[in-house]
């Protein structure tokens, strides 16, 4: 069985490890990969060797480091196919799903190439007599990423490109369970001509999450995943008074008026809420039916019949499996949990079967209505092709079952009306909202903006805040003397603003 490699100083090796983990496919259960479990020595020698590379690369001129991910994005585009057969097989999307992943990633790659104005600082002359003052935007050193299953391509180029533009070295920590696109990345970026130990990928569970997170050379630490790992990673790091970013989890909320145009509304959540298999963060799982628009339901559910699970190269297919066999059986436990607590299960996707596939972890669209607050169904981040109907009488019942829901990663609202629109914008209590769009995500000259349990951390993925985060901000006030020209001792701390 293949052993997978890390990627070490610009070169693939071998981990000298005894533990490794078996990535098997969700396809078929058979072992595609053993990942290693890499040691601590392994990772203390990529953290070093990435420091040294950080104390070139930060004085790297910036239309070099710009140069880089110009190259970079333009051997994604190339490669696109090949990316996207991998990250395919070992995930499990569909391959056109699997090519979305990608472009959604090399779009950061793009607003990467904008480095030369994002680093730019700030500059007042004057501020004082013949005083001046002004900012630099300097890297940090070496940073992380631990990056999950669901976005392969996605989430590892929301990160890494970004924080090595800025100046900073990187360490890469892909999901266990898709590390093969992760290093396909890695492959083009050396391709790309990125210097010696920049970029490193390494591979484990939590004892190599661990290392890093304690490892004092590492500077910052991007997350995104489970919001118990989260809360993990998060508490860990910032104890060790390093900077954190952890994206977790989410329950998206789509608020149907009577007034929406109905085929767009029915349309948009056929696909929001089962594409990826229900695997998005940003997918949408609970639909709220304002008023006379719960009459729509029936022709939903009629949509959802029609959409089925299959494997990745099969063109008819909608989406793949769920990522594991555990996933699988934690999703079929939720829905009995539904039926159990006495929700109406109107679609009922446990027992799904694919020709030629029977050992994959399918699951088909699942639907319930009559669903409570208080259910484990609503409560709980399902992530998998299971949609909640709820039936809000109004947009002020709508709004308060969002803004009382724990988690605030994205929401939207499908209208015709104005006023409706801009109130439900301005009032509901979650960072991404669409308006007649299922899935608001934002694009990269923006920055991806999730709420309250959906995000510990301050400043957020990609767009302008990703360079705040992966930089630090120096400020130099400078007074200069004409040749004969002096001041007396001065014991205040007051500026001279009268000249």
Avoid at 15 to 23: A, E
Avoid at 401 to 426: C, E, L, Q, V
Wanted: proline content about 5%; overall charge negative.
């Amino acid at each position: 069985m293949k052993k997978l490699e890390m990627m070490i100083s610009n070169e693939f090796i071998q981990s000298k490890t005894q533990k490794y983990f078996d990535k098997v496919c969700p396809l078929t259960q058979d072992v595609q990969v053993q990942v290693p479990l890499c040691t601590n020595e392994e990772i203390s020698d990529a953290i070093e060797k990435a420091h040294t590379a950080y104390l070139s690369w930060k004085d790297t001129p910036i239309m070099t480091r710009t140069r880089l991910m110009l190259r970079y994005q333009a051997l994604i585009k190339e490669n696109i196919d090949e990316i996207a057969k991998i990250l395919s097989i070992e995930q499990g999307k569909t391959f056109d799903d699997a090519k979305g992943d990608i472009v959604r990633g090399y779009e950061v790659v793009e607003f990467a190439c904008s480095a030369p104005t994002l680093m730019m600082g700030e500059t007042v002359e004057h501020v004082s007599n013949k005083m001046n003052t002004y900012s630099y935007r300097q890297p940090l050193g070496v940073c992380a990423g631990i990056t999950p299953f669901n976005f392969p391509a996605m989430i590892p180029l929301w990160m890494f490109p970004l924080a090595i533009v800025a100046g900073n070295a990187f360490i890469l920590k892909p999901s266990e369970m898709v590390p093969n696109t992760t290093m396909k990345l890695a492959e083009l970026f050396i391709e790309a001509g990125a210097p010696k130990d920049l970029l490193q990928v390494v591979h484990g569970q939590k004892d190599q999450v661990d290392a890093l997170l304690d490892h004092p050379k590492v500077l910052a630490y991007s997350f995104v995943g489970s919001p118990a790992v989260g809360e993990y990673i998060y508490s860990r790091a910032t104890a060790n008074l390093k900077r954190a970013q952890a994206f977790v989890g989410a329950k998206n909320h789509m608020v149907v008026m009577p007034d929406a145009n109905k085929e767009n509304v029915l349309n948009a959540l056929v696909g929001a809420s089962m594409g990826a298999a229900g695997q998005r963060c940003m997918g949408i799982s609970v639909a709220l039916f304002v008023g006379s628009a719960r009459e729509w339901i029936p022709e939903l559910i009629a949509k959802l019949k029609e959409v089925k699970p299959g494997a990745w190269n099969d063109k008819d297919a909608n989406y793949g499996p769920v990522m594991t066999k555990a996933a699988q059986n934690k999703i079929e436990g939720l829905i009995q949990s539904g039926v159990d607590e006495g929700a109406t299960l109107l679609l009922d996707g446990r027992g799904a079967t694919v020709e030629g596939y029977s050992n994959g972890n399918w699951v088909g669209p699942t639907v319930f209505t009559k669903v409570d607050v208080d259910m484990a169904i609503y409560k709980e981040e399902i992530f998998g092709p299971v949609l909640s109907i709820l039936e809000p009488k109004n947009l002020s019942e709508a709004l308060d079952i969002i803004n009382n829901n724990m988690f605030g990663n994205g929401t939207s609202i499908f209208t015709a009306s104005g006023a409706s629109a801009t109130r439900f914008r301005r009032e509901v209590q979650v960072g991404q909202v669409g308006i007649n769009l299922p899935i608001p995500v934002p694009l990269p000259f923006f920055s991806f903006t999730g709420w309250r349990g959906s995000f510990y951390g301050d400043l957020h993925a990609y767009g302008k805040q990703a360079i705040t985060f992966y930089t630090e901000t120096k400020t130099v006030t400078e007074k200069w003397f004409e040749d004969e020209e002096s001041e007396g001792v001065a014991f205040d701390f007051k500026a001279d603003h009268s000249k």
